[in-house]
């Protein structure tokens, strides 16, 4: 079965700045990577409910359903967690409520505004695929590559072919 994920650029307009969290030495994939808010689905639940409570899971910040906004669509032929694919509803989020923090230390080792235009190189791929082009582009839907075989230990990303 496809997973489904949900994740979320807080975006803040006004000062030119999104929210990311940069994936701790603990964390199953991405160690040291910057991501976006992101989680899987429990069986059942809306998409945008995914979104919402990872949301707050993450970084105490509490948005609502309504003040969602499709930003873009991932989908990959396989993930760590997906051996049979994933896709990734990405939302982007003007409104908020609440000072974002560091809920999950295990998983994250920092969240912190990065402004728009000094975004990290250093991101998951998906992620920051996603983000810039929400950014540059608006809504859309980035269709991972195929890769041949999922990665080698040791390795966060598959290779591609």
């Keep these: 079965m496809t997973m489904l994920a949900a994740a ?5 307009r006004a000062a030119g700045r999104v929210l990311l ?6 964390a199953k994939f991405g160690q040291g990577l910057w991501d976006l808010p992101t989680g899987k689905s429990e069986p059942g639940e ?13 970084t105490g910040l509490t948005v609502a359903p309504e003040d ?5 669509v991932v ?4 993930g760590v967690e997906a051996p049979n694919g994933y896709l990734v509803v990405v939302f982007e989020a003007h409104r908020w409520r609440g000072e974002p923090c560091n809920r999950e230390p295990d998983k994250h080792a ?5 402004p728009t235009d000094a975004l990290p190189e250093a991101m998951v791929p ?13 809504p859309g839907v980035w269709l991972a590559g195929r890769w041949s ?12 072919r």
């Excluded at 809306?46 to 993450?58: C, D, I």
């Design 8 to 12: 979320v650029v807080v975006h803040d």
């Design 21 to 26: 969290l940069e994936r701790g030495p603990a």
């Design 46 to 58: 809306p998409v945008t409910r995914t979104a919402v409570r990872e949301l707050g899971e993450e």
């Design 68 to 72: 969602l906004s499709l930003a873009h």
């Design 75 to 78: 989908h990959g032929p396989w």
């Design 110 to 114: 920092a969240v912190r505004w990065v």
């Design 126 to 138: 998906s992620s920051g695929a996603a983000l810039r082009r929400c950014l540059a582009e608006g």
């Design 149 to 160: 075989q999922p990665p080698a230990a040791g390795q966060d990303t598959p290779r591609p």
